[in-house]
């Protein structure tokens, strides 16, 4: 169930206090009391009001001075408040009081008829105030929900399904990013290709999912050799690509290397299957043979690889410039 919305009633006479509950009587709301300027700024505090209904004449804060202190708050800045008086009614005490906050002025005697629709009209104002705020709070839950789901599907997109590495549309985006970066800072930029020797062999002979495990392994077994600022694609059905930003060819060369030597003799078993795999292996690097546009890296690489390939396979051959394709095939 909702909270009933609050009334502040502010007067220092318990009599025109207990007189106010009857004329507002029929409003269906909780009227909270204070007989002094004290004790409704307290009051302020621990709730939510809808409208402040204030007496003028009050000893040690009157009703002028304690509108401005509501005023002055963050959190009762925008509290809607109704003075009532009896004593202080021509234009002076009236301008006064709007200017210190007031929204509406009642002088003494008034019809309760009048008060109640005024009081009326401000608790409908604040429960819509209260709704809109409530709106704002599930769009804002609503965004963040919807921003998370983006980044995810971000990251899906961007994912091979299979082994979780970068897929292949990353790749143009990524080399063109850390080529401008590298050209930034003066630093290197090198790529590794990398394919699986007679992978098709092992579709064929074990069938596809053992074949889907090799690619697995394989790919967790590339991340186990570079750090987490290369980057790891997944190419095509069996070949690979590893960006390594601020990483010269010697680097390149080297984790290429490895990760040749962890394929080779490491068996990939996933029972009742164990076979050995081989990988070849191409290399290049920005500084060692700048290419004409960032995706001439890829063709450099790839030429390297066509040379592994025809010098015999489970090697790491680097692009020097003078290799041409299919030269040694
Ligand atoms: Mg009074």
């Known amino acids: 169930m909702a909270c009933p919305v609050k009334v ?21 709301a909780e009227f909270v009391e204070a007989s002094n300027g004290h004790d409704a700024l307290q009051e302020t505090l621990k709730h939510d009001f809808a409208v402040a209904i204030l007496d003028v004449s009050m000893p040690e804060m009157d009703g002028y001075e304690l509108a401005r202190r509501i005023r002055k708050r963050k959190r009762t800045e925008d509290l809607p408040i109704i003075f009532l008086s ?40 604040y429960k819509q105030q ?10 804002e839950r609503t965004k963040v929900l919807v921003l998370e789901q983006n980044k995810i599907l971000e990251e899906l997109a961007s994912q091979d399904m299979l082994t979780g590495l970068y897929n292949r549309r990353q790749l143009a985006k990524i080399l063109k990013q850390e080529a401008e970066k590298s050209r930034c800072s003066g630093g290197d930029l090198s790529i590794i290709i990398l394919d699986l020797d007679h992978f098709k062999k092992v579709n064929d002979t ?6 889907d495990y090799v690619i697995k392994e394989f790919a ?22 590893v960006l390594l930003p601020q990483t010269d060819l ?11 030597r962890l394929c080779a003799d490491k068996l990939f078993q996933n029972l009742p299957h164990t076979i050995s795999m081989t990988v070849s292996i191409g290399v290049s690097s920005y500084r060692n043979n700048p290419p004409k546009q960032h995706k001439d ?22 692009y020097s410039g003078l290799i041409k394709p299919n030269a040694s095939l």
Request: with cysteine; charged share 25%; hydrophobic share 45%.
């Open 8 to 28: 502040l009633i502010v007067d220092d006479s318990p009599s025109n206090l207990f007189a106010l509950k009857i004329f507002l009587k029929n409003i269906d």
């Open 86 to 125: 009896a004593v202080y009614s021509d234009n002076y005490h009236v301008f006064k009081g709007y200017n210190s906050g007031a929204v509406d002025f009642l002088p003494k005697p008034f019809m309760p008829e009048v008060l109640t629709d005024k009081v009326l009209f401000f608790i409908k104002i």
């Open 130 to 139: 209260v709704k809109l705020r409530k709106t704002i709070r599930a769009l």
């Open 206 to 211: 074990y069938g596809h999912d053992f074949g």
């Open 220 to 241: 967790a077994r590339i991340l186990s050799c570079i750090s987490d600022s290369d980057f790891a694609f997944r190419f095509g059905g069996e070949e690979f690509i």
């Open 250 to 260: 010697h680097g390149a060369t080297a984790t290429a290397e490895n990760i040749r």
């Open 297 to 318: 890296m890829i063709r450099h690489a790839d030429i390297a690889l066509y040379h592994a390939k025809g010098n015999g396979r489970n090697r790491v051959s680097v």
